[in-house]
């Protein structure tokens, strides 16, 4: 397992109103003084840290090796979309590595769960 890097890693669709809540979530975070990965276009960290690696890769490795947890911000939308499929898989393969440790912390937008 890779060196953890961020204490939270938001997982969410990027469209409204999950980005926005994502956006609000990665800022009160910030301001507690919590490293956070997210895909937000203002995180420049993201950017920079996927440099040279494919995005598949690169999100087994972000949401499964390198972050405490994980918070799923769960909609309709993060369950039909792709790339947060992808997330949610790395993540939940991290839990079942660590039973006997939360990791995954789901919120639920829209009352899918």
């Not at 910030?30 to 937000?40: C, D, I, K, N, P």
């Not at 960290?45 to 440099?51: I, V």
């Not at 909609?75 to 039973?99: C, N």
């Amino acid at each position: 397992m890779s060196i953890t890097h961020y204490q939270v890693a938001l997982s969410f669709a990027n469209v409204a109103p999950d980005n926005e809540i994502a956006q609000r979530l990665h800022q009160a975070l910030r301001e507690q003084g919590l490293e956070v990965f997210s895909f937000l276009k203002q995180d420049s960290d993201a950017r920079a840290d996927g440099l040279g690696k494919t995005l598949p890769g690169r999100l087994k490795e972000l949401y499964a090796e390198r972050t405490q947890y994980c918070t799923l911000l769960v909609s309709r939308e993060y369950l039909q979309r792709p790339w947060t499929r992808l997330e949610l898989k790395a993540a939940q393969e991290r839990q079942q590595k660590e039973v006997h440790r939360e990791f995954l912390l789901p919120y639920s937008i829209d009352g899918t769960l």
